[in-house]
């Protein structure tokens, strides 16, 4: 698929068709090509594939304005189990609405998705304000809880949490926490409304940065802020290093106390972080069967376990995964229950893998109400009849149902 990577922009329409081995900062530089007032919303990793990141539902900074990068796909192209090409029309709405999150390698091989542009302004403002439990970081957390999900649905603010050394007590740990931002809007205005909303933040014209939509893109992408866009052209493809992710989704607000457990624990693990991205605007108000991605409104924010390494080898590689084990473990009172949901691509074998033995179907059953909660039913009636014979399958796809 790597050379799928065509993108066409149709500014008149406001559409762009883009085949599924494009990047998303090729998306996002071939749309700047031709407007300086469109974007699209998906996600902030740059070098990150279309097709996977569609298929699994896709979300960037401007969910909170827009919702999903799916809930703007219009038409797609699939190869099928038949080995035919497929549009929208000749698939069907069943199994057009499941390559709109349900993860397309269930279903065949995608080829493109056409979606819809959106209209941003020509400046936006960023700022990026961190604090550590020295300077009540526990106050900040805690009261981003109450604002960032309920603000203005044009301000994304994600929180990062991290293990950090002390710069006050020589040799200890502290958290140091985090908040970046895009609001689709000028700085005054953000200024004033985080003032009022979120006075531990303690915002400051001083700490934001006004710029054009483009622009924000490489600075969510930490490139220097002389950088010039063609560098979103560069697809980077060999500088990976190792990672662990796993997700979570909070549905009511963790307390102070609870916060400084959590703290503690990730001290005493050493290196593992969190990154919160609030919910609520658009995905409050999109149904969660709209797709198959299922985690919208009473949802206040996704956990993204987050720890990264550079030494190859099994022992290094136990050691990190175990710790973002160990902190998952600890925050089951704080999330989602009954399924502890999930996000398809944040990929994580740990909460279920299918052999496709026997009990194909039951063993996908563990992943899969965790991934897409009460849509997993029609996902495995649209797969048993799109691919009976499980021809596309990998160790967390949709099952076939038995004797159907």
């Not at 200024?191 to 531990?200: I, S, Y």
């Not at 934001?208 to 490489?218: A, G, K």
């Not at 493809?237 to 990730?266: C, H, T």
């Not at 190859?312 to 399924?339: C, D, H, I, K, W």
């Amino acid at each position: 698929m790597f050379q799928f990577r065509n993108i066409s922009v149709d500014i008149q329409n406001e559409v762009a068709v883009v085949q599924a081995g494009a990047t998303l900062g090729e998306v996002y530089y071939r749309i700047w090509e031709k407007s300086k007032v469109h974007g699209f919303p998906a996600g902030v990793c740059p070098t990150v594939g279309v097709g996977g990141h569609l298929s699994g539902g896709g979300y960037g900074n401007m969910l909170r304005k827009f919702g999903l990068s799916v809930d703007h796909v219009i038409d797609a192209q699939i190869v099928d189990a038949n080995g035919r090409i497929l549009n929208k029309e000749a698939m069907g709405e069943d199994l057009f609405w499941a390559i709109k999150g349900g993860g397309g390698a269930s279903f065949g091989v995608i080829l493109s998705y056409t979606v819809k542009l959106v209209l941003v302004p020509e400046i936006v403002t960023v700022f990026r304000v961190a604090k550590t439990l020295e300077q009540n970081a526990t106050e900040l957390v805690f009261q981003w809880q109450q604002v960032a999900p309920h603000t203005d649905d044009r301000l994304f603010m994600r929180l990062l949490l991290q293990p950090v050394s002390s710069k006050v007590v020589k040799g200890q740990k502290t958290i140091k926490a985090t908040v970046m931002a895009l609001f689709l809007g000028g700085a005054d205005e953000l200024v004033t409304l985080l003032g009022k909303e979120f006075p531990a933040l303690g915002l400051n014209k001083g700490n934001c940065s006004e710029m054009s939509w483009i622009d924000s893109v490489l600075w969510w992408g930490n490139f220097d802020n002389d950088t010039k866009p063609d560098v979103l052209l560069d697809r980077n493809i060999n500088s990976a290093s190792f990672l662990k992710r796993k997700s979570d989704y909070v549905q009511k607000p963790i307390s102070k106390d609870g916060l400084e457990g959590i703290w503690k624990k990730m001290i005493e693990l050493g290196k593992t972080g969190f990154v919160f991205n609030p919910y609520g605007g658009k995905m409050s108000e999109i149904s969660s069967d709209a797709t198959p991605f299922p985690h919208r409104a009473g949802n206040l924010f996704k956990i993204q376990y987050s720890v990264n390494w550079e030494e190859p080898g099994a022992a290094v590689e136990t050691n990190f995964t175990s710790q973002a084990r160990s902190l998952y473990s600890y925050m089951t009172p704080f999330v989602s229950n009954s399924p502890r949901s999930a996000y398809l691509n944040y990929r994580d074998l740990d909460i279920g893998t299918n052999n496709f033995g026997k009990n194909g179907y039951e063993e996908g059953v563990v992943y899969g109400v965790k991934y897409f909660n009460n849509n997993f039913d029609r996902l495995v009636k649209i797969k048993t009849s799109v691919d009976p014979e499980n021809f596309f399958r990998n160790e967390q796809s949709i099952p076939t149902h038995p004797g159907k």
